[in-house]
Each structure stands twice: as structure tokens, then as C-alpha cells.
């Protein structure tokens, strides 16, 4: 098939507003795959690069060659070229991956370059987000689309998932499960405007203390441990305490969830920043991470991911040592749930968790049944662009433009901050940002949608201002998170729950 039929398709996708309109384009262009095109085919229109990253940026794109006057160019052709720029390495990588870049980009229509550069940079900006890809895989194939989801939380891989549901049998859908040593997605949680919200729609629910820490997600099986982030990253080799106190753990085979944190000598945590340098480092330091473990996904030889979260936690805590399990409570009163919550804020942490007993483990999703409340407002947003500074700040990239999520992939603009920035965070979103960058307008600098950063506010307010009719109220920095990624940023929706109120 060639690369054109793909970039009509994508073309097609971002002109169509409405949801299933996007699903049956999507669906048209997956059927006609063939079986080696289609793992390429999907990956591509859900903005993935099946290789990954391999050193292409922004420097590399700036420069194009003449585009070629008729298309030519096969998905087969591009994977190809991809493929061998991701084996290159060693001295004059660079240059070759260059030149590979120009010869594959000389084979390119126009819009073909544009789709190419946009897949490459990471701003394939049409809609086709993954969760509306599974559902045009399930439209396209004739098998439920909650089996495509449920295959894909297990795999990781929809590409993987859109072969066997090529198929057109839900038991090919059906083998896959869960694997000791491959992790799957984490669940997460939605935020709540208040304890009280949060216990009217859950009732007796579990309230524990929310962590500022990095997600973990930990394999074991006969003594052999491994050790996961929230982005699928194998961490192990980087933790050897965290091995160590699992393996006092009262079990053969589990997948236990959890955070990371670093505890200093006062027994309250360390600041965010800290802890990722430790757990970002290789090399042994001073700061020692402890594991703390909210949930479990197997035990001994059983996936119990469907077992309501009341059963999974007494699993939990018939395996798992007092001191390596997040503290909570079990409770329907809203007095109750206030009081820990005071009391986790008074030991250093950041907010409660409170969960449903019914719900099962929704691998890979924001499901109802988690909730958040943190005492001051924090959103997960994305930098969008970045603006010189003055005076103190010349020369460092200093105020930031703040996006939230919306709907169709886009991300909406909230506002600017430059208040919390300390000159270590100034020296190294200076170096970050113009890894990310793409073009400049005056002093701006505008970047790809990729760095998650945390912000802390007072609220929201109505705005004319910013596109999405709101603005954040004394908006700080709280810290960059290196573990998140975009598409795990709030949305759109959230600001505007806040700016409602209950």
C-alpha cells in the first residue's frame, strides 16, 4: 500500500468532528490492510513509530529536500528506512541517519513529507488517539471492542492485537493476558472536587494516603524480581533496595502496584525531585527508595485483576509486610476519611486515594472507580511553548504556556508561569526546550507537546483570554514530570469541573 493512502486516511480522520465518524474512517483504512501491512499501518495512524525514537529531531527535519511531484513511497519502504536508521549508531551515526533521512524524504509527496515529519516529531495531531484506534480494530475485524481493550491492556502492543483480531476470532483476542515480566499499563484515577463528592458517589470505600512518588509496577516469580515505571521502562538494575525488601515479601509469583519514594531521617518524604534523581540514576547514592504496594494484579499462578478491589486487598495484606503497604482506611464516613486526610497532609504527603471495594483493576485506564483529592488544586499539564527572560533570567527559557488536554488530541492553552522556577529548574528546562523545539516567533519559543509539568494554582477563573475560556489563579511550578507523558495529562474537562465546583 503507499505511504499516500495513509496520509489520506489521516487527512480524512482530522476533518471529521464527530467521534464514530473518525471510528469508521479509521476502520475503511485498517480493513484494507494486508497482514504485513496492518501492524504498521496502525501504529502509524495512532502517531507511533513501531521503532521508537532514534535520534531524528527537529535539526534533522529542518531542511527538506525538493518533494517528489507523484507518490511512490510504500509503508513497507518507510518501515524499512525507519528500521535502519534505528540500527545505526557508533561514529558518523549522525550524518548517516541524515543522509537516510534526505533519500527517504526525496521519495516524498508534499503532504507526504508533512505526515512523515509530524509521525517523526511526535505531532501527529489528527484525533486518532489509541482508544478510538482499538474501537475502529474491533469495527474493521467484526469482534467486540471490549476484547480489543481488555487484549491491548494485556499486550501493550495494539498493532500485535490488531493482527490477531484480523483474524475475525475473539478466542485469538482471548489469549492474551497477563505475563509475569511484561508489564501492563497502570490504572489511574480521576480527580475529585472534595472528600465529600468523592464518598457520596463511592460510599464505604478504601481511603489511603496518594504518594508523591514514581509508579511502580513490580514482577516476581521464584526469587527473581523486576521492576517497572508507569511508562513500561525495566528500572530493576537502577533499584537493588527495591528488590531487596520484595523479596521479604510472603510470596512465589505476583504483580504488585505501587509507588517508590525516598524517606529521609525525619521519616517524611523527600521532595519529588529528589527521589527521580535517585531513580532516574544507575550509580548508588545516599537517597534510598522504599517500595510501597496499593495493589495486586497476581498471585501465585491467578490473575485477580477482576476481582473486586475489597478481595484484592485482602490479598494484598495477607502477602505483603506492614511496613511496604500505602496506610489506609476502610470507611463510608466523611469525618473519618477528613481526619486521615489531615493526618497524611501532617506526615508530608500529597492527598488521599479513595477507592471503590467493587471495582476491578482497569489496566491502562482513568477508571471511576479511583478517585483524588489533593488539599490544594494541581494539574498535570503540558508545555506548549516557552518565552525568553529578562532581566535576571536573560538568556534562560523562563515563561512557560500551559496546555490541557482535550477531546480531539489537541491541547488546549490555560495560561503562563515563570513564579516557582528555581535557577537549577531555569538551567535545565533552558537545555530541555530546545531539545523539544520547533519554530520561534519573536521570543517564543514553540515546542512539541511532550513535558509534562505539574503546576499548582488556587483556582480557576473565567477567561477570554486563552482559548479555552478559563485561566489558572496564581499558577506555579511544582516540578517537571520526566514519568508522565502527554496523553497522561489532565484534560480540558478537569479545569472546567474546577472552575464549577461540586
Not at 470505600?205 to 515505571?229: C, F, M, P, S, W
Not at 480557576?460 to 520526566?482: E, H, I, N
Amino acid at each position: 500500500m503507499l505511504l499516500a493512502e495513509i496520509v489520506t486516511s489521516s487527512n480524512r480522520v482530522a476533518a471529521e468532528p464527530a467521534r464514530n465518524a473518525k471510528v469508521e474512517v479509521l476502520a475503511e483504512y485498517v480493513a484494507s490492510l494486508n497482514d504485513t501491512e496492518l501492524p504498521v499501518g496502525v501504529s502509524y495512524l495512532s502517531g507511533v513509530v513501531p521503532q521508537g525514537s532514534f535520534g531524528v529531531g527537529y535539526a534533522s527535519l529542518r531542511e527538506l529536500p525538493k518533494p517528489a511531484a507523484r507518490p511512490s513511497l510504500t509503508l513497507g519502504a518507510v518501515d524499512a528506512a525507519f528500521t535502519t536508521m534505528a540500527a545505526t549508531a557508533g561514529a558518523g551515526s549522525v550524518e548517516t541517519r541524515r543522509s537516510d533521512i534526505e533519500g527517504l524524504f526525496a521519495l516524498a509527496t508534499a503532504d507526504e513529507q508533512k505526515f512523515l515529519m509530524a509521525l517523526l516529531l511526535g505531532g501527529l495531531r489528527q484525533g486518532a488517539s489509541e482508544r478510538l484506534m482499538m474501537d475502529a480494530v474491533a469495527m474493521a475485524f467484526g469482534v467486540p471492542g471490549a476484547a480489543v481493550r481488555r487484549a491491548t491492556m494485556f499486550s501493550g502492543d495494539l498493532s500485535e492485537v490488531a493482527v490477531a483480531a484480523s483474524k475475525g476470532e475473539e478466542e485469538a483476542l482471548a489469549a492474551f493476558g497477563l505475563r509475569l515480566f511484561r508489564p501492563v499499563l497502570p490504572m489511574l484515577a480521576k480527580p475529585a472536587a472534595s472528600i465529600e463528592a468523592a464518598m457520596d458517589k463511592l460510599g464505604t470505600a478504601a481511603v489511603e494516603r496518594k504518594l508523591d512518588g514514581a509508579r511502580i509496577q513490580v514482577h516476581i516469580a521464584n526469587e527473581q524480581v523486576a521492576v517497572y515505571t508507569r511508562n513500561l521502562n525495566d528500572v530493576t538494575d537502577r533499584v537493588p533496595e527495591l528488590v531487596e525488601a520484595v523479596l521479604t515479601f510472603d510470596v512465589s509469583a505476583a504483580v504488585f502496584d505501587g509507588e517508590a519514594i525516598a524517606v529521609g531521617p525525619s521519616g517524611r518524604p523527600l521532595p519529588f525531585q529528589v527521589m527521580m534523581g535517585r531513580f532516574g540514576s544507575a550509580e548508588a547514592t545516599e537517597v534510598e527508595l522504599s517500595p510501597f504496594v496499593f495493589d495486586i494484579l497476581h498471585l501465585d499462578g491467578k490473575d485477580v485483576l477482576d476481582e473486586p478491589t475489597g478481595d484484592r486487598l485482602a490479598m494484598l495484606d495477607s502477602v505483603v509486610p506492614t511496613q511496604y503497604r500505602i496506610p489506609r482506611i476502610i470507611t463510608d464516613d466523611v469525618a473519618a476519611a477528613t481526619s486521615f486526610f489531615g493526618e497524611t497532609l501532617a506526615a508530608g504527603h500529597e492527598g488521599i486515594m479513595i477507592k471503590s471495594l467493587d471495582t476491578p483493576y482497569e489496566a491502562g485506564r482513568r477508571g471511576a472507580g479511583w478517585l483524588k483529592v489533593k488539599p490544594v488544586h494541581t494539574l498535570d499539564l503540558v508545555v506548549l511553548a516557552v518565552e525568553w527572560g529578562s532581566g535576571r533570567r536573560q538568556g534562560w527559557l523562563s515563561n512557560i504556556h500551559l496546555g490541557a488536554r482535550a477531546a480531539n488530541g489537541e491541547f488546549v492553552m490555560l495560561g503562563k508561569t515563570f513564579k516557582g522556577m528555581t535557577d537549577e529548574m531555569l538551567r535545565w528546562q533552558t537545555e530541555r526546550f530546545l531539545e523539544l523545539e520547533t519554530h520561534r516567533k519573536g521570543r517564543v519559543v514553540h515546542l512539541r507537546p511532550e513535558q509534562v509539568v505539574e503546576i499548582a494554582f488556587d483556582g480557576v477563573q473565567a477567561s477570554s483570554r486563552y482559548p479555552g475560556g478559563v485561566a489558572l489563579r496564581f499558577a506555579r511550578v511544582k516540578g517537571y514530570r520526566d514519568d508522565k507523558a502527554a496523553d497522561e495529562a489532565d484534560t480540558i474537562e478537569a479545569v472546567l469541573a474546577i472552575l464549577q465546583g461540586p
